[in-house]
């Protein structure tokens, strides 16, 4: 069943290679807390007309392997009918040093979710809003929907400011002029997080090009993507 689930994955990302795209792009993020690298996440994104779909994953970096991993991959399609992508189905399959191997699979009626390797998939419905990577990392200008999900979990948020800034330059990472928004984002245990994002223009794609979560006390875990 898994393995059908990421071919699947694989011939959504190769479907609207066939054909003329209105946009697409291949973009790569450093993580980062403080001085540490935490890993890195990539995502082919690709749009045609009023369909898109994104294939991505996360790695742990070698210096954080020693003392945690965790690998997850993200897969999404749905429809662009104006200004806001709205996700019709969403995969994502991770695990972790302390996490079991995990399957979520939403489709356009309900959500199917296997904990671990040797289970059977248990059905549950259909989160609100839209996933939160189609939300943060590719919505033009800012998301202000009432709700994200991560296939799973719905989450309620709030768009809090729009600004115009700049990104500081910084070898290798892109800098220059962006779209910063600013979001409350509530969490399963009912705690408030505040997250930045960064949006602009890049080869013809609005995509985040660094995504800010606020942490009371610690560095402020980064994603910044790459030139």
Sequence with gaps: MVGSLMLLAGLMSSHVRSEPAVSNGTFAYEARMGPLIAGELTFDFHRQHDAYEFLGQFQTSRSLSAYYTWTGTFAAKGLWPDTDPRTQTYLVQSEGKDEDYKVVVMSESDTQILLGRLSEFEVQAKPQGIDLISALLFTPGCYDGEYVHDGED???????????AKLSRLSGFYSGAVTRCDYSVVTRRGKTRRLRVSMAEVDGVWVATEVRIRV???PDPVFRMRS
């Excluded at 719905?154 to 115009?164: F, G, K, M, N, Q």
């Design 216 to 218: 009371p006390f610690f």
């Design 154 to 164: 719905a989450y309620p948020i709030r768009l809090d400011r729009v600004s115009e």
